[in-house]
């Protein structure tokens, strides 16, 4: 128990008592670097890209609320593939890079992409002593996605996924097409009736009309 306010020596005993009781809790402190923190599945540490994914539509740059994402692309013609067909363009990615030193780690980027690009990775010792070096381009960015936890299993009791659903009703069009297209089977051509043996007893001549 502690003096009432203004009793002289309050103050040191109140202090004491603090002391006393931090003194005997488990201490938290992690032992860093000896001891590699043990982090949790959703960590935020560093942003990872699967480049084969990026189409660069620029919705993560657009979002990205600290302009910290460069991207750089050309059009290129990809040729039709039927004859009559018109040619297509499509990006190509030149650059993509993200400055960490920017950076707030607010994730927006991620939730943003809508092709599964960008992906948080829990590793986090990539500190610099210069800044510059904060700036990883797409090769480092790749680099990441070694270090990215493979997703979480599904929850049995959660509703199909709509992508699923579609792929599902779009395979059952297409078995459904080819079984249209295959030939219907051709009935087997009837065989001739073998000629019954000739009677051994009776009349053998052609059988006579009534009268
Ligand atoms: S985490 Fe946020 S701040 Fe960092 S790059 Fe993505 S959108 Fe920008
Ligand atoms: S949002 Fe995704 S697909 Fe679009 S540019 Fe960014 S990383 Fe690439």
Not at 8 to 32: D, E, F, I, N
Not at 127 to 141: G, Q, S
Not at 149 to 169: F, G, N, Q, V, Y
Request: contains cysteine; charged residues 25%; glycine residues 6%.
């Amino acid at each position: 128990m502690t003096p009432p306010p203004g009793f002289p020596g309050s103050g040191l005993a109140k202090g004491l008592a603090v002391t006393l009781r931090t003194m005997t809790k488990k201490s938290v402190t992690g032992r860093y670097p000896d001891t590699q923190p043990d982090l949790a599945p959703r960590t935020r540490g560093v942003i990872g890209l699967f480049e084969e994914n990026c189409t660069v539509c620029m919705l993560c740059a657009r979002e990205c609320p600290d302009w910290c994402i460069y991207i750089d692309s050309h059009k290129e013609t990809v040729p039709a593939t039927t004859p009559g067909g018109r040619d297509r363009s499509r990006n190509v990615l030149d650059r993509f890079a993200i400055d960490f030193s920017l950076c707030m780690y607010c994730g927006i980027c991620i939730e943003v992409c809508p092709f599964d690009a960008l992906f948080w990775s829990p590793e986090f010792e990539y500190a610099e002593t210069d800044i510059r070096e904060l700036t990883h381009e797409r090769d480092k960015l790749r680099e990441w996605m070694w270090t990215v936890p493979a997703p979480p299993a599904l929850d049995p009791a959660a509703e199909e996924p709509k992508e699923l659903a579609a792929a599902r009703k779009t395979a059952d069009k297409l078995a459904a097409t080819q079984a249209a297209a295959e030939p219907e089977p051709q009935p087997e051509p009837p065989t001739a009736d073998p000629q019954p043996d000739p009677p051994t007893t009776g009349p053998t001549g052609p059988k006579r009309e009534g009268p």
